[in-house]
T-cell receptor, first 111, second 118 residues
Framework: GQQVMQIPQYQHVQEGEDFTTYCNSS?????IQWYKQRPGGHPVFLIQ?????EVKKQKRLTFQFGEAKKNSSLHITATQTTDVGTYFC???????????FGTGTRLQVTL | GAGVSQSPSNKVTEKGKDVELRCDPI?????LYWYRQSLGQGLEFLIY????????KSGLPSDRFSAERTGGSVSTLTIQRTQQEDSAVYLC????????????????FGPGTRLLVL
């Protein structure tokens, strides 16, 4: 079945440093979504990418969908302590509603 | 309601007992999903409903797990004869499925039910 892997599993940065998490699917995706889960919280939708090579920005966050639609990345510029949490990518295939969630990257930011 | 709600928020049970977890999706959302998340782990897909039917039950770990959805709204996840390894947070999500070719499948998650099996 479809598998979605993320690297790294965990990253610890100092506030102000940049952070990137990478998402790789074993199959071609129709869309990719990103979610953030704060410690003790539930996943919250951040963004959806649909087009090959698409790049979207949300303030300090930049999301990219690969040309082959099998990988994606999330880059955070100048991290802040509010960025702490686990970032999950989730891939959709075809028109089915089911998403396959990635393994997640836990980000820790210290002053 | 404004968001997905789940009850109970916490459940402590003894090994061997049955538990029922409830999910109330966002009004009008036709798709409903159950996930399990063990401590510090990712999201493990359990089952997905489209309306009252479950096209994908592939994630249910064993026949002790079952789920139903009635009236295209509330869903219950039942775990029979609970085991200690069932301890986890059970998350429910719902989405509005627009249709083929342009489906918006953004999932909105509830706060989860923390299940502890002693």
């Amino acid at each position: 079945g479809q598998q979605v892997m993320q690297i790294p599993q965990y990253q610890h940065v100092q506030e102000g440093e940049d952070f990137t998490t990478y998402c790789n699917s074993s199959t071609t995706l129709s869309n990719i979504q990103w979610y953030k889960q704060r410690p003790g919280g539930h996943p919250v939708f951040l963004i959806q990418l649909v087009k090959s090579g698409e790049v979207k920005k949300q303030k300090r966050l930049t999301f990219q969908f690969g040309e082959a639609k099998k990988n994606s990345s999330l880059h955070i510029t100048a991290t802040q302590t509010t960025d702490v949490g686990t970032y999950f990518c989730a891939g959709g295939a075809g028109t089915a509603s089911k998403l396959t969630f990635g393994t997640g990257t836990r980000l820790q930011v210290t002053l | 309601g404004a968001g997905v709600s789940q009850s109970p928020s916490n459940k402590v049970t003894e090994k061997g007992k049955d538990v029922e977890l409830r999910c109330d999706p966002i009004s009008g959302h036709t798709a409903l999903y159950w996930y399990r998340q063990s401590l510090g782990q990712g999201l493990e897909f359990l089952i997905y409903f489209q309306g009252n039917s479950a096209p994908d039950k592939s994630g249910l770990p064993s026949d002790r797990f079952s789920a139903e959805r009635t009236g295209g709204s509330v869903s219950t996840l039942t775990i029979q004869r609970t085991q200690q390894e069932d301890s986890a947070v059970y998350l429910c999500a719902s989405s509005l499925v627009v249709g083929s070719g342009g489906a918006y499948v953004t999932q909105y998650f509830g706060p989860g039910t923390r299940l502890l099996v002693l």
